[in-house]
T-cell receptor
Framework: GNSVTQMEGPVTLSEEAFLTINCTYT??????LFWYVQYPGEGLQLLLK?????DKGSNKGFEATYRKETTSFHLEKGSVQVSDSAVYFC???????????FGTGTSLTVIP | NAGVTQTPKFQVLKTGQSMTLQCAQD?????MYWYRQDPGMGLRLIYY???????DKGEVPNGYNVSRLNKREFSLRLESAAPSQTSVYFC?????????????FGDGTRLSIL
């Protein structure tokens, strides 16, 4: 079946620290991969995506590379800010269905 | 451009009451989805509609019904609310057929069942 596994949170970092949030997946079809961000009291917003192996998605200083050999899509940022505090979700969609599959989310808190 | 609009934003119900959550999108998307979000559980799919006139069950459909009223609107109905349905409900939409197209989410409906 299709599933996404994210690293457990919560994650607390100091401002300007390096961020990695791990995401691995299993998929029966050929997946596209997504990272979403959810700020308090809001819905999910697309952060970045990658649609084929070795693609790198990037946005707002965040990056993630689609690694087919390790079935991973880890989210990274070189220097986090307080404003990056949010919950981050990894997700996939395959070319064989209409559903999206989400990880359980990782809460990030950045302290000044 | 409003995107995905959900109403109401907050609601408190008593056990056994019924209500309908409304969702509308203005992006001409074919597919629409209803999720619930509970602490530590991530997002769980309740129902989805791949295109106008079709609906399918997701992971947790029990206790819910949906109606795809037209291409823009997709409503979720709780016929007899239970405390276990206390949650934040999100509606989303996406282009069908394009598996590289993301979902767009509304801001959610925060529902409490007493």
């Amino acid at each position: 079946g299709n599933s996404v596994t994210q690293m457990e949170g919560p994650v607390t970092l100091s401002e300007e620290a390096f961020l990695t949030i791990n995401c691995t997946y299993t998929a029966t079809g050929y997946p596209s991969l997504f990272w979403y961000v959810q700020y308090p009291g809001e819905g999910l917003q697309l952060l970045l995506k990658a649609t084929k192996a070795d693609d790198k998605g990037s946005n707002k200083g965040f990056e993630a590379t689609y690694r087919k050999e390790t079935t991973s899509f880890h989210l990274e940022k070189g220097s986090v800010q307080v404003s990056d505090s949010a919950v981050y979700f990894c997700a996939l969609k395959t070319n064989t269905g209409n559903q999206f599959y989400f990880g359980t989310g990782t809460s990030l808190t950045v302290i000044p | 451009n409003a995107g995905v609009t959900q109403t109401p934003k907050f609601q408190v119900l008593k056990t056994g009451q019924s209500m309908t959550l409304q969702c509308a999108q203005d992006m001409n998307h074919n597919s629409m989805y209803w999720y619930r979000q509970d602490p530590g559980m991530g997002l769980r799919l309740i129902y989805y509609s791949a295109s106008e006139g079709t609906t399918d069950k997701g992971e947790v459909p029990n206790g819910y019904n949906v109606s795809r009223l037209n291409k823009r609107e997709f409503s979720l109905r709780l016929e007899s609310a239970a405390p276990s349905q206390t949650s934040v409900y999100f509606c989303a939409s996406s282009e069908a057929g394009g598996f590289n197209q993301p979902q767009h989410f509304g801001d959610g409906t925060r529902l409490s069942i007493l």
